[in-house]
């Protein structure tokens, strides 16, 4: 067991300054929580649109991630394969009682940074909330989510009792899981469709619903469902099917991340979502050739 003090009012640090990390430093500047925002050059004030559409002028506290002032928890609300690049720069400043938190889409980052950092208390989330930023300045609240954590390694139950109710606030309502990975598994199936067939076909989220889709959408949610019962982890098909059609008409005006990417000719988090569940499947012996089709076609975008 893990056996980090914390602080009674922790310092939290935020990576980076994309849409999700910007909508949670606002959080904490709203619940007046001790916060900076680790980034490579000074930041401008940010003009926030809320979910109510009420606006806000944020001058979020900034440090230089080259120069962090002193953190409790450091939040990585970044791309799945900017958390061991961003790890590696900080890793002078971090020290073993430090939290990290792990925010993004996809999944096999919390094994690497276990095998990093071994001896520092480890939560990955993941939240449906939607935040977009049209410009540097700029950031808008798009939707209201749900939220979900959990422990990676145990830990004493003073840290938890420190540290839960301070990420629960942020993007609520906030549910903990004493094994995530069910959650993450959850949220991977949705991900693999929705994120590679609007990057592929070029479309809207709800554009998905069109018959036409719904070949694809049976088939990658049934290798995962198969997939994820070969690691332990129960679920029927028909369930992964509803999330994720839950999730495109909650979401049929958004353009999916993995969308943005391919379109800004930026890299996409293809190897965590697709490319994980393949790569989960060979250890299995198991076939996964529409899944694995979305992973090819997407690195040819790329």
Known sequence: MLNSAPVTRPKLAIVGSGAI?????????????????????????????????VSHCLTPEISLISEPQPFDLLILPVKAYQVLVVLEQLHSYIQPQHIIVLLHNGMGTVEQ????LPNNPLIAATTSYGAFKPDTNTLIETGLGQTHLGWINDVDESVKHAIEPILSALLPPSHWHQDISLAL????????????LTAIHNIKNGELKNP?????????????????????YSVSHAELVKNVLQVISATANNYSSMHQDIK???????????????????????????????????????
């Open 21 to 53: 990390g910007g909508l949670i430093g606002f959080k904490c500047q709203q619940l007046g929580y001790d916060y900076q925002h680790l980034v490579k050059s000074q930041q401008s004030p940010l003009q926030v649109t809320d979910i109510s559409g």
């Open 212 to 232: 036409k889709y719904q070949e694809t959408i049976n088939r990658i949610c049934e290798e995962i469902t198969r997939v994820m019962d070969a690691a332990g």
């Open 185 to 196: 598994w959850k949220k991977l199936a949705v991900n693999a469709v929705i994120n590679p």
């Open 264 to 302: 800004l000719r930026r890299r996409s988090e293809i190897a965590f979502i697709n490319g994980y569940v393949s790569a989960q499947a060979t250890k299995s012996h198991i076939e996964v050739p529409y899944n694995q089709r979305m992973f090819e076609q997407i690195k040819r975008l790329e």
């Open 113 to 116: 940074v276990r095998e990093m």
